[in-house]
């Protein structure tokens, strides 16, 4: 019996095809690390792994090269059709604009439905508190991208031991239903991993001029924390005495574990 011999499967069609989607993700790949992008879809620690990836793709992109160079001359059906998902992919990452999360999808994921947001990667039933002893000795407490979720976790729920304390945070405007005329929260959403795990987070907050900035709108306020109620239930809430309208963040997003 003749040893079987190894033949290409596929036409120059398939090779080609091959070739522009695989350079077609590597190039989107590129553009988003030179344009510092990756953080509107994944946490900033898996980077690195992304990085890796299309440095590994750059080997396949060689041998669909050479299969350019040195087609099979032979008729052979082509298998396009099996690449129109990559294709379909490929477009929509290309064509659709790079809108980040807004306020529009806080209601359906839901705010603060998740508080203790530490606990997401710890199987520990006891909430760490990291930052209780600082917080609880500052005069103001500063709520930054690195603290955000240690800070938030700490003031939503433990908010006793911070009543009467000035705190200062970032976030954008979401009214949540049943709020007062002169109540909004300021929230910004946790990404643990990548942006299908985002959780809007935020407190609440109380000024007479609450109406004339319109959900979305990002604000930098500065307040006493108090304590309210809301939907029949004690709630934390920042008297804001100061507020500055801002420009929507290079960097929207939150990442715990982010070291």
Known sequence: MEPRKHKKSNSPADALLRFSLLLGFISLFVWLDMTEQFSLYINPRFITLVQYSYWLLLPLLVVQFFDLLLPDDRIRPSGCSRYIPFCIILTLAVCLPDNTLNASLVSSKGLNQQKAVLNTASPKTEMPRPLKQELQ????????????????????EFPQDYTGKQVTLTGFVFRSPGLAENQLSLVRYVIVCCVADALPYGVMCETDDAKQYPDGTWLTGKGTLEMSHYKGQTTPVLKLTSIQVIKEPEKPYVFPYDD
């Open 137 to 156: 000795q500052a005069e103001l407490i500063r709520v930054t991208d690195r603290n955000y979720t240690e800070v938030m976790s700490e003031i939503n």
